[in-house]
Structures are given as structure tokens and as C-alpha cells.
């Protein structure tokens, strides 16, 4: 997908930067509405800077908050049309169980979520899958409708279907400067864009780019460590013997949840992974924090050694991705204040993928003036004090 070297077009309806998985369902939005689109990439496609790389995330109805829990049929049902479009598999339904004590509070906003989620104890759940162990005074929530999203193949087929209705994906063009006006002017390494409307989606590089135009978002990028668990005895392959996705939540040695999934990227490896990082320059990501890697490590060979027995202590393998987190860890999905054609989206704070497909439906809808279809009260950039910097 490297950028061509033919003269470019100059003009636009539309333009976002960064081609990860939201700015992409943005341009896959815009295109869908007709609007001549430039989606551009600072990086050469496929690239496993940001935070759309890797094989698969999970995806499910429970969230803790109404807001996303209200979202998620919108975006099941997204992911079926794009995998309708890609005539490809997207999506592989395993089943979700969250692991927490018993009685805690966001454990039941979780079960609220679902309706009517089932709860089960630790018997109920050794009975179902073998392979998770409950401790004393835990019980599991059952969410029937998770599952996996496999990420490099949702990411391919939303930017060739962009493409297939006429958008143009540029990729290996850097923005070096934003000229906010009724029609906005775009520089990169590769040429000069301009266009009446711009979405900027550049995950954890959105802060360097929004700073001269007056906004300070708090915006903190992070190092995850993506672990791989060898199984201590390789199961059957098959769609029966496949474990379910799971999160903790409430656990005292984890103050931050630990998530899951199924050996399904790498034959006998479970993913299991923290779901924190250390604080990181995303042009600095692959320098080590190595203290940090053995506690993350020893957190994680504890919880597997008393969850999940079936599997060595050690990680198999260790990759790395970048969260861009906000202090309340919600999106923002906004305009600029200042410039209302200049749409934002970002902060996925490590759960936006699931979304993407609402999330980039939301930012095309402001970035055409349009009611959004879910409410984006949640997400504004002024929910941040000091946000607001000196006029350009």
C-alpha cells in the first residue's frame, strides 16, 4: 500500500489522519457517504507501530458502563456488514467469562449490562471450562456473545472496502502541519492536501499534532506487554475445545484487569496480558523498561499459576503495543473547540477496538454536521480542565 509517486489530487471532501482501525472506519463511514476521502498513514502499511497491530482482540456486550454497553449492538452489527463487504471471516464467538469477587459492585453493572448475564461459581465454571479455577469467595459472569476480532484482518478488509467505494489511502506521508480555515490545508513528506472537513485519529500521536492548534489533551501513551503462554499439554484443535475469552476485574494483586484469549494466533500459546503499561514516547516505544517488564511478568506467572494451571508460569513469547490513555480512560469524540471542522478521536485507553466500527460511524457523523447516533455527552474535549491553550 505504499504511497504511489503519480501526481496527487489536491483536493477533498474529506481527509483523516491515521489509518489505524478508528481513522479507518471514519474514511470507510465517509466513503459510504459519498465523500471523496483521503486517509493518510505516516507509516508504510502494515506496520506494528501504533495500536491496531496483532492478530486478534476481544470483543463482547458486557461493559460496566451504559454508555459503551448501549454502543455494542451498533457494532456487532457493523462488523457483520463489513465481513458481508470483505466476503471475510472477522469475528469468532468463544464466549466471554469475567472473574471477580462475589457482591462486587462493578462485577453487577457488568451482569446489568447483559440483561440477565449468568452467573457462575467456581464448580459451575471448572465444570464448563477446565482450564479457569476460581478462587475462594469469586464467582464468573457468563457473556455468551463474546469473542474474538481478528485485528490485522479487520484492519486490511475496512481499508479495501474504503477503497473499493473510491477513498485513497496514502500511506508512508508523515503530517508535518495543520492550517485550520473553511478550507483546511494539509502538509505532509508526500504532498499538500486540502479539504473542508479533517479527522484526526493518530492514536498516540494526536497530542503532537493538536498542540499548535491551541489544544493540550491529556493524552498519555503507554508500553503494553502482550504475553504468550505456552499450554503445559497441547489440546485437539477444533472449535470444541476452544476456551472461552475471559477478565478479571476486583482482584487484589491486580489493580488493573488481566485479560485473555484462546490459543488461536499462535498454535499451544494463550494470550494472557495485563492490561496496563509504563508511561513511553511513541518514538521511543521498543526501548525496554525492563524493571517494569519483571513485575508486569511476575504479576501475570502468579495469576496464571492460581487461574489457569494448564499453562507454564513463563511467557512463551513477549510483543509489545501501544494505549493512548485519558485520566478517566474514555474516548474523545469531538470537535475542536475552536475549529469545528477539525473532528477528533481519540484516548482509546485500550478498549476501543471492539467500537471502532460506532466510533468512526460518530466521527463521520460530526465531521458532516450530522445528530450523532449515540450520544458523545461522554466524550467531550472540555470534560478536561485547561485543555484550551493561547489562540493560534
Not at 168 to 177: P, W
Not at 207 to 220: F, T
Not at 275 to 304: V, W
Not at 310 to 326: D, F, H, K, R, S
Request: net charge negative; proline share 7%; aromatic share 8%.
Amino acid at each position: 500500500m505504499a504511497a504511489l509517486s503519480q501526481p496527487h489530487q489536491a483536493t477533498y471532501d474529506a481527509i483523516v489522519i491515521g489509518a489505524g482501525i478508528q481513522g479507518s472506519f471514519a474514511a470507510y463511514h465517509l466513503a459510504q457517504h459519498h465523500k471523496n476521502t483521503l486517509l493518510l498513514e505516516q507509516f508504510l502499511l502494515p506496520h506494528s507501530r501504533g495500536s491496531s497491530h496483532g492478530q486478534s482482540r476481544i470483543t463482547r456486550s458486557a461493559y460496566a458502563q451504559a454508555t459503551y454497553a448501549r454502543m455494542m449492538p451498533d457494532s456487532f452489527h457493523l462488523w457483520q456488514r463489513l465481513e458481508a463487504e470483505a466476503s471475510t471471516s472477522l469475528y469468532r464467538q468463544t464466549g466471554l467469562v469475567i472473574l471477580g469477587p462475589a457482591g462486587n459492585p462493578e462485577l453487577e453493572d457488568y451482569q446489568h449490562s447483559l440483561g440477565a448475564g449468568e452467573i457462575l461459581d467456581a464448580t459451575m465454571l471448572a465444570q464448563r471450562f477446565p482450564g479457569l479455577r476460581l478462587q475462594a469467595g469469586e464467582v464468573a459472569l457468563w457473556d455468551g456473545t463474546g469473542g474474538v476480532l481478528f485485528a490485522d484482518r479487520a484492519l486490511r478488509a475496512v481499508q479495501d472496502v474504503f477503497c473499493r467505494h473510491g477513498g485513497t489511502l496514502r500511506d508512508g506521508e508523515k503530517v508535518l502541519r495543520i492550517e485550520p480555515g473553511a478550507m483546511l490545508t494539509i502538509t505532509t513528506t508526500g504532498g499538500v492536501y486540502q479539504a473542508p472537513r479533517l479527522i484526526i485519529t493518530a492514536g498516540a500521536w494526536t497530542g503532537a499534532l493538536v498542540a499548535p492548534l491551541g489544544l493540550h489533551l491529556p493524552l498519555q501513551p503507554l508500553r503494553v506487554n502482550v504475553c504468550y503462554w505456552r499450554e503445559k499439554v497441547l489440546g485437539t484443535p477444533g472449535v470444541d475445545r476452544v476456551s472461552p475469552c475471559f477478565l478479571t476485574l476486583g482482584l487484589s494483586q491486580a489493580p488493573h484487569s488481566i485479560y485473555g484469549l484462546p490459543a488461536l494466533e499462535y498454535p499451544g500459546l494463550v494470550k494472557v496480558c495485563y492490561h496496563h503499561g509504563s508511561p513511553t514516547d511513541p518514538e521511543e516505544r521498543d526501548q525496554d523498561p525492563s524493571s517494569y517488564l519483571r513485575s508486569n511478568i511476575a504479576l501475570l506467572s502468579n495469576f496464571i499459576s492460581s487461574y489457569l494451571p494448564g499453562l507454564e508460569p513463563q511467557p512463551a513469547l513477549v510483543e509489545t503495543c501501544l494505549y493512548t490513555n485519558t485520566p478517566d480512560e474514555d474516548f474523545i469524540l469531538d470537535r475542536h473547540p475552536k475549529f469545528s471542522n477539525i473532528i477528533i478521536g481519540a484516548g482509546f485507553s485500550g478498549h476501543g477496538f471492539k467500537l471502532a466500527p460506532v466510533v468512526g460511524k460518530l466521527l463521520c457523523q460530526l465531521s458532516l454536521g450530522e445528530e450523532p447516533s449515540h450520544s458523545t455527552a461522554p466524550f467531550t474535549i472540555t470534560r478536561f480542565p485547561g485543555v484550551l491553550q493561547a489562540a493560534l
